[in-house]
């Protein structure tokens, strides 16, 4: 299926770093959500974004919409032992193209945290 | 309110067996989407239901097969297991098809021996 680039792919930091992770894509999209899995859980809707420019804060977390709708960035401040998992980027098409998802997800962004 | 709930979390199967997969979306959400993720293909898109209707399907073979009933409640199906289908399997719901925000379960791990 239909995939996001998304980078880096693992991070490994020490506790109280910032961390930043970004999506890119070829396609442009009407909302952009970021979610965190813990390992054998679901994802968890950190963050959605509507609008071109948009930056929207939750916590330490803050995401933004690009510009050109065809990316999107993640940037967790002062990190903490709980910040660990896999971060997911998100983009939805707002239209359905039969046989494909109009949510469509990047590879994750694994984060790893020295205490 | 309740969140999206899987049932059961865990379930062993052997190889050509079937097996049933219970999700009950967030009260109030009508529509419910299915995903399958694996350490190398990452979640993939299996179908999504709204209305009891099958609205759009994946790319998955035939013996992937799911339902909707009126209390929006899904079911998905996987006859004749194979060593491939192990995996993370996931339901999203949201309140309607033009609703861009999902919200997944906690997820069923299936293991196909």
């Known amino acids: 299926g239909q995939q996001l680039n998304q980078s880096p792919q693992s991070m490994f930091i020490q506790e109280g770093e910032d961390v930043s992770m970004n999506c890119t894509s070829s396609?442009?999209?009407?909302?952009w959500l970021w979610y965190k899995q813990d390992p054998g859980e679901g994802p968890v809707l950190l963050i959605a974004?509507?609008?071109?420019?948009e930056l929207t804060s939750n916590g330490r977390l803050t995401a933004q919409f690009g510009i050109t709708r065809k990316d999107s960035f993640l940037n967790i401040s002062a990190s903490i032992p709980s910040d660990v998992g896999i971060y997911f980027c998100?983009?939805?098409?707002?239209?359905?193209?039969?046989?494909?998802?109009?949510?469509?997800f990047g590879q994750g962004t694994r984060l790893t945290i020295n205490p | 309110k309740a969140g999206v709930t899987q049932t059961p979390r865990y379930l062993i199967k052997t190889r050509g067996q079937q097996v049933t997969l219970s999700c009950s979306p967030i009260?109030?959400?009508?529509?419910v989407s299915w995903y399958q993720q694996t350490p190398g293909q990452g979640l993939q898109f299996l179908f999504e239901?709204?209305?009891?209707?099958?609205?759009n399907k994946g790319n998955f073979p035939g013996r992937f097969s799911g339902r909707q009933f009126s209390n929006s409640r899904s079911e998905m199906n996987v006859s004749t297991l194979e060593l491939g289908d192990s995996a993370l399997y996931l339901c999203?719901?949201?309140?309607?098809?033009?609703?861009?925000?999902?919200?997944f379960g906690p997820g069923t791990r299936l293991t196909v021996l």
């Open positions: 239901y709204f209305s009891e209707t099958q609205r």
């Open positions: 998100a983009g939805h098409l707002g239209f359905i193209i039969q046989g494909a998802q109009k949510l469509v």
């Open positions: 999203a719901s949201s309140l309607g098809p033009s609703s861009n925000e999902q919200f």
């Open positions: 974004l509507y609008k071109a420019g």
């Open positions: 009260s109030g959400h009508r529509s």
């Open positions: 396609s442009i999209f009407n909302t």
